[in-house]
């Protein structure tokens, strides 16, 4: 079984505590960012505020374009290079304290599902968290609020269009309870893909008929399961791969391929090359041999107008928004406790008061400028 703390010596390894704002949070807005190939125990979030960015992880290359994000599962080795000449992202790091395993993947392919009501609901709440976030009142706890708020949504919906987006796949949509099983059944071939599997052993431990296991891996996720199991080999592989301390056929028993030469098959299904051609390729484009680059910026840039979020102590029911000229749309009120109301007044442009009937000491305040 393999220990995933294991990998913490490895030079492509960058903890998501480092650094950190709010107690295992961080969050850095950026211009024009290069972060060679990396990893990370918790969850990395990009969201593109201007321009684009290339994001390479695992066997896929994402565009993620202006309005977008892209979440990173831990122990994902991937890049983020901007692609336009001012480009801005604000990077979100997520501790694995934070992190339950079980939970499931939310890495996916971002221009299948960003056109979805859940996607952009998920970008104005991520928006709204990075504001906060940038405030001179922000605290470990408001934060902290946010985050379970947003967290399990993201989870859930990308481990569903996880499987929504597998070309192969031959009957149902992704559901919830997919979600569930197909998390367990991964999580289990992710740190068991070192061992000799068989149905046996992983419907033994999940508790489910080895002949509905294997007739629900190929109906839901479109591989059998050996095939399923030579997924998490290959991409478990590549953290080792490109820390070049090993050789090919030592990563290749290291990960369970029964030998180099399976290895040399398998790799290019996935990659399109040799795992000796993936290493000279992107040997030098990790963190063992490149720097971060990027200019760390204040979100003042994007101007208050573009402001949709703002949490505000208050003592009472008045509280004084101050928002530039012109006129709002109140989207939401909400509360540690509840939601106040949706879509309750319009806020006037000159005294830029709104009345709120809580005693309540926290309050977030999504607005629409019209």
């Not at 994402?62 to 604000?90: N, R, W």
């Not at 709204?128 to 399990?152: H, N, R, S, V, Y």
């Not at 090919?248 to 290895?263: C, L, M, N, T, W």
């Not at 390729?281 to 971060?292: A, G, N, P, Q, Y």
Request: with cysteine; charged share 25%.
């Amino acid at each position: 079984m393999i220990d995933y703390r294991n990998y913490h010596s490895s030079p492509l390894f960058i903890s998501n505590k480092e650094g950190t704002d709010f107690e295992g949070l961080s969050f850095k807005t950026t211009r024009n960012i290069y972060h060679p190939y990396h990893f990370h125990d918790g969850v990395e979030i990009v969201y593109v505020h201007k321009g684009a960015v290339l994001v390479n992880a695992f066997s896929l290359t994402e565009t993620v374009k202006e309005g977008q994000f892209i979440p990173c599962d831990p122990y994902l080795v991937h890049s983020v290079e901007s692609m336009t000449a001012d480009t801005v992202v604000t990077t979100i790091s997520i501790s694995g304290d934070y992190i339950d395993e079980n939970d499931g993947i939310i890495s996916s392919n971002i221009q299948m599902v960003a056109d979805t009501e859940e996607y952009a609901r998920l970008k104005d709440d991520i928006l709204e968290w990075i504001m906060m976030g940038a405030m001179p009142d922000a605290t470990t706890d408001k934060m902290l609020w946010q985050m379970k708020k947003i967290f399990p949504r993201l989870q859930k919906f990308m481990s569903v269009a996880f499987l929504d987006t597998k070309e192969d796949r031959i009957t149902v949509q992704g559901s919830e309870r997919d979600h569930e099983r197909l998390t367990s059944i991964f999580n289990y071939l992710f740190c068991h893909h070192d061992e000799t599997i068989k149905l046996d052993s992983i419907s033994s431990e999940l508790f489910i008929s080895k002949y509905y296991l294997s007739h629900y891996i190929k109906r839901v996720f479109g591989y059998t399961l050996k095939q399923a199991l030579y997924y998490c080999r290959t991409e478990e592989s590549v953290i080792d791969l490109l820390d070049d301390k090993m050789t090919i056929a030592e990563v290749a028993a290291k990960h369970g391929f029964p030998s180099v030469r399976s290895y040399n098959e398998l790799f290019p299904r996935y990659y399109g090359v040799t795992p000796a051609e993936y290493r000279r390729r992107h040997l030098k484009e990790t963190v063992k041999h490149k720097d971060f680059a990027g200019e760390e910026i204040s979100l003042d840039f994007m101007g208050r107008e573009e402001t949709t979020g703002s949490t505000i102590h208050f003592n009472g029911c008045s509280i004084t928004v101050n928002l530039p000229k012109g006129s709002y749309e109140v989207l939401s009120v909400e509360t540690e406790k509840n939601n106040i109301s949706n879509r309750m007044t319009k806020l006037n442009a000159k005294n830029k008061m709104i009345t709120i009937d809580s005693n309540c000491e926290e309050l977030i305040l999504r607005i629409k400028k019209q």
